[in-house]
């Protein structure tokens, strides 16, 4: 499996890292990517990717756009140039209208500079979105265009939301645990619309556990048990699930 979505550099995991990865190994998760949120944050995901053999991704987050510098794409640039790894996309990215962390001009004039960015690098775009959908899809209808590619990562909208993400940009929908949550039938339905092949798995970790870990803090070896939830909603094995997202998630980055 592949967790297309982790904070495996987060401070939550310094006591037990190392055991936390094994864990995940046993569990069958072979790759991850470790994403970062803001300047600092990258540097530090960067790092962790270094020495534990993992991907990683360097961008701003929306909630920390109003402390962005002026030169993104050249902050953004020292980064891939530090020589500690080699990230793989950019973000996480994007607009949320939930939380006002930052305002929300700012994070729209943020949210474009770094997709110009990432269009110019030819990387893929690791997308996040609340309670913003109008704004974000007005903002990819000027800045996003095939042959870039991008995932919403921990994907929570509808189905008319999800057929216009992947319809209209050919973007990858990022399932983790809110998929087993007993609530979520929309986002159910939703993954049933967007079709197996659009998904791709992720934890999102430390956040948002899947059943039965709900509540706990969430690692990839949890992996498993939203495997087995999209398993069950496609009518499948958790083995097509495995196979169908590894593959998607390997056009997605580049693989």
């Known amino acids: 499996m592949f967790d297309t979505h982790a904070h495996i550099h987060d401070p939550s995991f310094d006591i037990d890292r190392v055991d936390m990865l094994k864990r995940a190994k046993r569990a069958g ?60 996309a950019v973000g996480e990215i994007g607009l949320d209208y939930y939380y006002a962390h930052s305002p929300r001009d700012i994070q729209r004039d943020v949210f474009v500079a770094q997709l110009r960015y990432a269009r110019a690098s030819a990387l893929p775009a690791i997308f996040h979105q609340r309670d913003a959908f109008d704004d974000f899809v007005t903002i990819l209808r000027a800045e996003f265009a095939r042959p870039m590619r991008g995932v919403v990562h921990c994907f929570t909208g509808d189905a008319a939301q999800a057929r216009t993400l992947v319809d209209e940009f050919g973007l990858k929908l990022g399932i ?31 956040y948002l556990a899947p059943v039965p870990h709900r509540g706990k803090r969430n690692e990839p070896a949890f992996m498993p048990a939203t495997a087995a939830r999209l398993a069950e909603l496609f009518a499948t094995n958790v083995e097509e699930i495995v196979a169908r997202t590894n593959a998607n998630a390997d056009t997605l980055f580049g693989a």
């Open 176 to 206: 983790g645990g809110v998929v087993t949550f007993k609530t979520a039938d929309a986002l159910r339905d939703a993954v049933r619309e967007a079709g197996l092949a659009h998904i791709v798995l992720e934890t999102d970790c430390p």
């Open 29 to 88: 998760v072979g790759r991850i990517l470790t994403v970062g949120c803001d300047l600092t944050d990258s540097a530090r995901a960067l790092e962790t990717a270094r020495a534990y053999g993992l991907a990683a991704s360097i961008g701003i987050h929306p909630h920390e756009a109003k402390d962005a510098p002026n030169d993104l794409a050249g902050a953004l640039e020292a980064l891939r140039a530090s020589g500690v790894a080699d990230p793989i």
